[in-house]
């Protein structure tokens, strides 16, 4: 009954490769994030999804693109791995626009880029 | 834009001890939420404690507590009678009140060690 689910936790692949993190949530919520957390903890908003609309695309290479199926998906695809990309990946939902409800976290995906 | 600054990067308390966790923010705006999380080694993000800029009671869960000094834009986190289980990447938010801004807005984060 875990609330934020990604798959997979670890994710190992050669440079150049393309590859998708999935995530859901079973929390009825309406809004959907995508952080990379770099090797010094910084956590770095990426994208952000409401009712499967993009509202938050940050600066970052249009290697990466999000997907939003549905108000409960928002998949993470990345093409043409770099090393630089390897990091750990959260995704993140909450309800509302604003206000002070707060981001459940995943459990995190470890990308490594060999 | 709004900004949140963790300038301890890291801290060390003994166990049963207690330690402050400093943060500063900047913003124009009144209205906001102030958030801390907790990180530990299994990477979990987990929300510990929350405060809205409008009430001036200091929020309290259990043995975490903040400091929230709205004029200084400060929000201190306290924990008291420190367990080894405390120990993590604490990193403090800020979240506008303003429909659409959306953004959370993360600290650098502080990692906490507790000495046995």
């Known amino acids: 009954d875990t609330a934020v689910s990604q798959t997979p936790k670890y994710l190992v692949t050669q440079m150049g490769n393309d590859k998708s993190i999935k995530c859901e949530q079973n929390l009825g919520h309406d809004t959907m994030y995508w952080y990379k957390q770099d090797s010094k903890k910084f956590l770095k908003i990426m994208f952000s999804?409401?009712?499967?609309?993009?509202?938050i695309n940050e600066t970052v290479p249009n290697r990466f693109s999000p997907k939003s199926p549905d108000k409960a998906h928002l998949n993470l695809h990345i093409n043409s791995l770099e090393l630089g990309d390897s990091a750990v990946y959260f995704c993140?939902?909450?309800?509302?626009?604003?206000?002070?409800?707060?981001?459940?976290f995943g459990d995190g995906t470890r990308l490594s880029i060999l | 834009a709004q900004t949140v600054t963790q300038s301890q990067p890291e801290m060390s308390v003994q166990e049963a001890e207690t330690v402050t966790l400093s943060c500063t923010y900047d913003t124009s705006e009144s209205d906001y939420y102030l958030f801390w999380y907790k990180q530990p080694p299994s990477r979990q993000m987990i929300l510990v404690i929350r405060q809205e800029a409008y009430k001036q009671q200091n929020a309290t869960e259990n043995r975490f507590s903040v400091n929230f000094q709205k004029a200084a834009k400060s929000f201190s986190l306290k924990i008291s009678d420190s367990q080894l289980g405390d120990a993590a990447m604490y990193f403090c938010a800020y979240r506008s009140a303003t429909s659409g801004t959306y953004k959370y807005i993360f600290g650098t984060g502080t990692r906490l060690k507790v000495l046995a």
């Open positions: 993140a939902s909450s309800q509302g626009l604003a206000g002070a409800q707060p981001q459940h």
């Open positions: 999804y409401n009712n499967k609309e993009l509202i």
